[in-house]
């Protein structure tokens, strides 16, 4: 097959599959599509969709069952080396060696990809110019922020510049402003040095960003086109709406399995609502209002209403975006009104430095409460003190009634803890997880039972109790998390970044289950990169470099912002003013 002009990648009928033990799982299943030259397109579809899969086939990294790929004018089947010798390649998981240092690393890989010495210093200059890491280049990688790693990692894949780069999620787990940064990279790269990128994420917002967009599902191919092209057909079907009576987080709740609904997201105050129909605003309001004083505003359609549509019929008859069992809580946990967490001129120093500057904040009995910040700011090591699992260098942590430096386990024992990295035993069942983690937690006899089926059922993992928690789709591996951290009905929760990585359909379920716990008066403390889901937040607080910014509601936080030119700006505009103006504030005059 010849490669037509004006095209980096073209894939005709190319399948797929696993052996995984006795099932057999297709991942791919007659793909064809072409990537043009010169342009970012952008690789997009929920957990399990193919998109790793696919990226390492063109990579050379995976054999098809059957089907042709040519990348650049070369047959991958036939002559994989050559064409890995042509891109650059940066997995979800890239390898930067953690005890070398920024500069130690480049070299590296500069020896494995070959570039000669004489080539270098330039190219080193270009890059470090270009990741902002020139400051940096004595600094071991284990010692950088999040952010820093991605773009370290993506100066290392393009130590030799390649025609075509493969980008696997390179986003994920890192702030807003790290994202933008990565994006502006990535933008003049294509620009000055005329490179073709194929990227994949987790985020809806940069699919807008991309010139194109694959969108897949189990494997298939569903569309390929301009951003616009897919949402545009969603005219008069996407609204704003708001309550003089109800907060957005009940009014969603209330109205998001009504017939008709698609997509329901809360904004603040507001719901953003996507309908299966054209309708008009008035009509709306006599739909959901119910005389509560619903206030209804046309909006704008985005891509991520279109992705929710497309999905949302793929799966009508399976996979229910929002609903949630009515018992997915058994009882009302808590006992304790007012403030159930405690925090006070809290601390923590690392020798001379100190990550956590002497902060502040309370949060009620039932409030989420969200913990923001860039990578660096100092949140996880606050969140760490928090869970009991870092002692504070100084200050009050009171937490479910208990100071935790007197009385950590007492305090323990009342907290449930989701990490952000899968942390339960890969090599054990659903079911035996559950039956571990419940023993742990003191559980017996017949509550332990009681709760281990509540567990399997209100999770929706019968069908999954004896497999493998390591061969869980992501999705799902994040409900047996939240399982576990459910299980002994714990008065407060702690999420560390709870849907990094997984679609925003797993992610709507997840909101929806924990705006049920809040309800039932569980404390559920988060953090989070997606700044959409900051809006679920009762309250939250900012930081920067170890010290908190601001803190308040949500529509608190973005008052101070609201401009006639914006007059409703999103919360990653709040977040990146502010840590700007905190940027700019601490530099040297």
């Known amino acids: 097959m010849a490669q037509k002009a004006g095209y980096v990648l073209v894939m005709e009928g190319v399948t797929k599959s696993f052996q995984s033990r006795r099932q057999k799982r297709t991942a791919l299943e007659e793909i064809s599509l072409r990537v043009r030259r010169g342009v970012v397109t952008g690789l997009i579809g929920p957990d399990g969709a193919g998109k790793t899969t696919l990226m390492r086939i063109v990579a050379g990294l995976l054999v098809p069952d059957k089907g042709d790929v040519h990348v650049l004018d070369i047959d991958v089947l036939k002559d994989p080396l050559s064409v890995q010798a042509s891109i650059g390649y940066m997995p979800q998981r890239f390898g930067l060696y953690e005890d070398l240092t920024v500069q130690e690393n480049l070299d590296l890989y500069a020896d494995l990809q070959g570039v000669p010495e004489a080539r270098r210093p330039r190219r080193y200059a270009e890059l470090l110019k270009m990741t902002m890491l020139a400051p940096f280049t004595r600094r071991l990688a284990k010692r950088l922020s999040g952010g820093m790693k991605q773009k370290l990692g993506l100066a290392c894949t393009l130590v030799r510049p390649p025609e075509f780069l493969l980008l696997d999620e390179p986003t994920v787990g890192v702030d807003p402003i790290s994202r933008r940064e990565l994006w502006t990279i990535i933008y003049r790269l294509v620009q000055e040095e005329g490179m073709s990128v194929l990227l994949s994420t987790a985020y809806l917002d940069e699919a807008e960003r991309c010139q194109e967009v694959i969108l897949m599902h189990e494997g298939r191919i569903l569309g390929q086109d301009a951003p616009s092209r897919f949402y545009n057909d969603l005219k008069d079907q996407t609204f704003m709406l708001t309550s003089e009576t109800e907060k957005g987080r009940r009014l969603q709740q209330r109205i998001s ?20 129909r054209p309708q008009s605003p008035e009509e709306i309001e006599s739909l959901f209002g119910d005389g509560a004083g619903l206030s209804v505003q046309a909006a704008p359609p985005r891509f991520e209403d279109a992705f929710i549509y497309i999905l949302k019929r793929c799966t009508a008859d399976r996979r229910p975006v929002l609903p949630v069992r009515e018992d997915f809580i058994s009882s009302p946990v808590g006992i304790r009104d007012g403030d159930v967490i405690v925090v006070e001129d809290l601390k923590r120093r690392f020798g001379d430095f100190y990550a956590v500057k002497g902060i502040d904040f309370r949060v009620r009995r039932g409030e989420i409460f969200g913990l923001l910040g860039a990578n660096g700011a100092g949140k996880s090591t606050t969140f760490r003190m928090l869970c009991g699992l870092l002692p504070a260098s100084g200050g009050r942590i009171e937490v479910a009634g208990s100071d935790l430096r007197v009385a950590g386990a007492q305090a323990r024992a009342n907290i449930g803890y989701m990490a952000q990295k899968f942390s339960l035993y890969r090599g054990l069942t659903v079911l035996q997880n559950l039956q571990f983690f419940s023993s742990i937690y003191g559980l017996k006899g017949r509550r ?43 008065e407060i929760l702690f999420l560390d970044e709870p849907t990094s990585g997984i679609d925003p359909i797993a992610r709507r379920e997840f909101w929806n289950r924990i705006n049920i716990l809040s309800d039932a008066g569980v404390t559920v403390l988060v953090t989070t990169h997606f700044m959409e889901e900051a809006e679920y937040c009762d309250r939250l607080v900012i930081m920067a470099q170890g010290e908190i910014l601001g803190q308040g509601t949500p529509e608190e936080m973005k008052a101070p912002f609201r401009t006639p030119q914006e007059p409703e700006p999103s919360m990653e505009d709040v977040f990146i003013a502010m840590i700007e103006h905190h940027d700019n504030r601490s530099k040297p005059i």
């Open 448 to 490: 332990q039972k009681r709760r281990i089926e509540w567990a399997i059922e209100s999770f929706e993992m019968t069908h999954l109790a004896n497999m493998t928690s390591g061969d869980l789709p992501l999705g799902y591996k994040q409900r047996l998390a939240l399982a576990v951290a459910l299980i002994h009905e714990p």
């Open 257 to 276: 399995t009504m017939p008709g609904v698609v997509d329901c997201i809360v904004l603040g105050n507001r719901v953003r609502l996507v309908t299966d």
